[in-house]
Nanobody
Framework: VQLQASGGGSAQAGGSLRLSCAASGRTFSSYAMGWFRQAPGKEREFAAATRWNGGSIYYADYAESVKGRFTISRDNAKNAVYLQMNSLKPEDTAVYYC?????????????????WGQGTQVTVSS
């Protein structure tokens, strides 16, 4: 699986950005897809992830720091996953990475994710 993240940029506090991650590979739908972020001098941290149960249910998991502000979604037909980020805060500033990993349960550790896209910078100013 090859992943390509896009959509980063700059925003004012309280603003919104939408990140996209395009994936190659025929087995995209079988993976949990996650978004991680890494601020300067800090470790990479989990932000959100989603998996599909093969039927009609999409599960999502969020870090407490983004819950209620970020929404992760996926389009299996387009091999894409998105992260809608609203009510942005300066502390959301980081390089954001998309990743693909085992599906069930949704992993939060970056060590569980085998495939990574390049990062996309998100900068939120106060």
């Amino acid at each position: 699986v090859q992943l390509q993240a896009s959509g980063g940029g700059s925003a004012q506090a309280g603003g919104s950005l939408r990140l996209s991650c395009a994936a190659s590979g025929r087995t995209f739908s079988s993976y949990a897809m996650g978004w991680f972020r890494q601020a300067p001098g800090k470790e990479r941290e989990f932000a959100a992830a989603t998996r599909w149960n093969g039927g009609s249910i999409y599960y999502a998991d969020y870090a407490e720091s983004v819950k209620g502000r970020f929404t992760i979604s996926r389009d299996n037909a387009k091999n894409a996953v998105y992260l809608q980020m609203n009510s942005l805060k300066p502390e959301d500033t980081a390089v954001y990475y998309c990743a693909a990993g085992p599906s069930d349960p949704i992993p939060r550790s970056p060590l569980r994710y085998a495939y990574w896209g390049q990062g996309t910078q998100v900068t939120v100013s106060s």
